[in-house]
T-cell receptor
Framework: GQQVMQIPQYQHVQEGEDFTTYCNSS?????IQWYKQRPGGHPVFLIQ?????EVKKQKRLTFQFGEAKKNSSLHITATQTTDVGTYFC????????????FGRGTQLTVWP | DVKVTQSSRYLVKRTGEKVFLECVQD?????MFWYRQDPGLGLRLIYF???????EKGDIPEGYSVSREKKERFSLILESASTNQTSMYLC??????????FGQGTRLTVV
């Protein structure tokens, strides 16, 4: 079943607008990871958040991990057409078996 | 660079055939995963393996089996392919608590 809820499922923005995708878990997470999948490609790792309240930035991308370690967000400032793709969060619940629980992804479309 | 290689990019099989999807990784990762990806459903875990000969069911294991005889290789087997198994299949590998590396994917069509 769906362990991690990710919203929205789709987002269409005009180039230059901001974009945010949210990820929520009912259980406390060990860490959370974010991936990007370009159209026709495979998911590629972006970042991992481990600490409560952690905020990390990669150029125009800002990643946050909630204080309770149950939610996370990815925010893109001033989107560009190169940001097009599907963004997935992946939750690590701390199992020694190494399983990740992926959200359903947010498909971002950017028109010029 | 870490490499996860899937044996085929595209595959067309007939209903009832036994299908083997192969995945090889070159980074000595203990964990390997098989996902299927369908529009609107995200990545759904079929099976994963945390060690040689060890496997765990994911969320949708029905109709599939797996084999991990060597650490670097993880095979997904469709015992008797059906049209509802037409999908994109993604293999991934990684170490516990670190990122997963994905293969390029195999687009399987069952006719």
């Amino acid at each position: 079943g769906q362990q991690v809820m990710q919203i929205p499922q789709y987002q269409h923005v005009q180039e230059g607008e901001d974009f945010t995708t949210y990820c929520n878990s009912s259980t406390t997470l060990s860490n959370i990871q974010w991936y990007k999948q370009r159209p026709g490609g495979h998911p590629v790792f972006l970042i991992q958040l481990v600490k409560s309240g952690e905020v990390k930035k990669q150029k125009r991308l800002t990643f946050q991990f909630g204080e309770a370690k149950k939610n996370s967000s990815l925010h893109i400032t001033a989107t560009q057409t190169t940001d097009v793709g599907t963004y997935f969060c992946a939750a690590d619940r701390g199992s020694t078996l190494g399983r990740l629980y992926f959200g359903r992804g947010t498909q971002l479309t950017v028109w010029p | 660079d870490v490499k996860v290689t899937q044996s085929s990019r595209y595959l067309v099989k007939r209903t009832g055939e036994k299908v083997f999807l192969e995945c090889v990784q070159d980074m000595d990762h203990e964990n390997m995963f098989w996902y299927r990806q369908d529009p609107g459903l995200g990545l759904r875990l079929i099976y994963f393996s945390y060690d040689v000969k060890m496997k765990e069911k994911g969320d949708i294991p029905e109709g599939y089996s797996v084999s991990r005889e060597k650490k670097e290789r993880f095979s997904l087997i469709l015992e008797s392919a059906s049209t509802n198994q037409t999908s994109m299949y993604l293999c991934a590998s990684g170490s516990t608590n670190t990122e997963a590396f994905f293969g390029q994917g195999t687009r399987l069509t069952v006719v």
